[in-house]
T-cell receptor, first 109, second 112 residues
Framework: GQQLNQSPQSMFIQEGEDVSMNCTSS?????WLWYKQDPGEGPVLLIA?????ELTSNGRLTAQFGITRKDSFLNISASIPSDVGIYFC?????????FGTGTRLKVLA | DVKVTQSSRYLVKRTGEKVFLECVQD?????MFWYRQDPGLGLRLIYF???????EKGDIPEGYSVSREKKERFSLILESASTNQTSMYLC???????????FGPGTRLTVL
């Protein structure tokens, strides 16, 4: 099935650093979602975006719905060790969710 | 707090066994989904349901069937389990408007 392009694939950062990742699509979406998944667990919804240009925050997380409706960005500020995990995006237009390939984040204390 | 629950976190079955995976959501969502997640392949949609007794095939329905007799419950059935069905199975649900989709904790199935 189709997957969204997500970058970077993985990143190692120092505790306290800011993190940015993005997701791009060839299709237009009406909704962008960002999830975090810990090993052996189900994905947990972090942020939902519904409007082109929308910027939404959830604590240290900020996500944006791209103006073209074909991309989205997630920023994590002042990373902490518990931010480690896999982050992935999802977009939906009508009846199906398309998922990103995931960004594996490792935080070095 | 919204919740999607799955009947088992870990299952070990033998080849040829019939396997039932149960999913329950308490959010009164119309849509429910079954995915499998494998390293390097991401999340792949097996089946989804948009109403009671309704079901639609996803991208990889072969070897699976589903049942939705009640709005809150969506079951995935492996009629005759095979080793290539060893995977992490994730249930999810969302409203009819397809906005936020919530996942369950997953079932790690191993078929020997």
């Amino acid at each position: 099935g189709q997957q969204l392009n997500q970058s970077p694939q993985s990143m190692f950062i120092q505790e306290g650093e800011d993190v940015s990742m993005n997701c791009t699509s060839s299709s237009i979406f009406n909704t962008w979602l960002w999830y975090k998944q810990d090993p052996g667990e189900g994905p947990v919804l972090l942020i939902a975006l519904y409007k082109a240009g929308e910027l939404t925050s959830n604590g240290r997380l900020t996500a944006q719905f791209g103006i073209t409706r074909k991309d989205s960005f997630l920023n994590i500020s002042a990373s902490i060790p518990s931010d480690v995990g896999i982050y992935f995006c999802a977009g939906t237009g009508t009846y199906k969710y398309i998922f990103g390939t995931g960004t594996r984040l490792k935080v070095l204390a | 707090d919204v919740k999607v629950t799955q009947s088992s976190r870990y299952l070990v079955k033998r080849t040829g066994e019939k396997v039932f995976l149960e999913c329950v959501q308490d959010m009164d969502h119309e849509n429910m989904f079954w995915y499998r997640q494998d390293p390097g392949l991401g999340l792949r949609l097996i089946y989804f349901s948009y109403d009671v007794k309704m079901k639609e095939k996803g991208d990889i329905p072969e070897g699976y069937s589903v049942s939705r007799e009640k709005k809150e419950r969506f079951s995935l059935i492996l009629e005759s389990a095979s080793t290539n069905q060893t995977s992490m199975y994730l249930c999810a649900s969302c409203q009819r408007s397809y906005n936020e989709q919530f996942f369950g904790p997953g079932t790690r199935l191993t078929v020997l």
